[in-house]
């Protein structure tokens, strides 16, 4: 099967921005139990597996805090984490963007988007970072969607409520 994905990496800040739109009409296609449900399995799964599953075949970059490649690290871990590493952060929103730019994604686009903005979230919360190039309007934006996601997981949104009020 070959899988058509955009480098994300290459892409202007209104590529980013369109492939995280935020807009009242995507993904119809899902009750918001099968978000939820979705969104919890994938906080426990490996952040390394997650991210070779999308194309990101870099096992060396995935390092733990003392180097060690750390294979059981999960999206929780890194996302409930109370001061989460900023390059686990990073690999949370690279797995977001690689997986919504897929043209089969593993999971719906507005689960990715969450995980998407979760991280943004987290970055600038707690090491009052920028992790991505879209614009501040647009962070804003989907950081309120998120926040507002009733589906979503509780700490996810609440860290979006705070990014936007820091």
Known sequence: ??????????????????????????EDAWHPSEYAAILAHQLQSSLAQSLQRVGFDHSSDLCGHEGDVSKTLTFNDVLTATVPAL????????????CSSLAEP???????????YWAVALA?????????SLSQDAVQTGLAWAA???????????????????
């Open 1 to 26: 099967m070959v899988v058509a994905m955009a480098n994300t990496h290459s892409m202007t800040p209104q590529s980013l921005a369109q492939l995280f739109a935020v807009s009242s009409d995507t």
């Open 87 to 98: 390059d686990d952060v990073k690999r949370v929103k690279l797995f977001a963007s690689l």
């Open 124 to 132: 600038l919360t707690h090491h009052s970072a920028t992790i991505t």
């Open 148 to 166: 507002d996601q009733s589906w979503a997981d509780a700490t996810g949104r609440k860290a979006c409520r705070q990014a936007i009020a820091a």
């Open 106 to 116: 593993p999971l719906p686009k507005s689960v990715c988007t969450f995980l998407y």
